[in-house]
């Protein structure tokens, strides 16, 4: 059975860090690319980050280049989503989720066919 889950999220002080993990189960990660969105309450879902199955590209969405890092570890079956500079803007709950497809990833979520639960991050002081 196909299985994602996400991890590491938690309430941080504005200006912090936080390292959000993505353990995938039940399929061969490396053929595919992973997501990450997030949404807070009241506003729609949006792309995060992507990174392609190889790992030989990467997005983020505007409000996060510079702040955010996106990894992969093939071996582990784990992808990671490193956040810095943390601000409340950033407070949501974030999703990973897998699109089997060589290639660029997208931000858009229409095509990745496989979810985790989420795992809530919240900026606060």
């Known amino acids: 059975q196909l299985q994602l889950v996400e991890s590491g999220g938690g309430l941080v002080q504005p200006g912090g860090s936080l390292r959000l993990s993505c353990a995938a189960s039940g399929f061969t990660l490396h053929n595919y690319a992973i997501g990450w969105f997030r949404q807070a309450p009241g506003k729609e879902r949006e792309g995060v980050s992507c990174?392609?199955?190889?790992?030989?590209?990467?997005y983020y969405k505007d409000s996060v280049k510079g702040r955010f890092t996106i990894s992969r570890d093939n071996a582990k079956k784990t992808v990671y989503l490193q956040m810095n500079s943390l601000k409340a803007e950033d407070t949501a709950v974030y999703y990973c989720?897998?699109?089997?497809?060589?290639?660029?990833?997208?931000?858009?979520?229409?095509?990745?066919?496989?979810w985790g639960q989420g795992t809530q991050v919240t900026v606060s002081s």
């Open positions: 989720a897998a699109d089997r497809k060589w290639g660029a990833c997208t931000l858009a979520a229409a095509p990745y066919d496989y």
């Open positions: 990174i392609s199955s190889s790992a030989g590209s990467t």
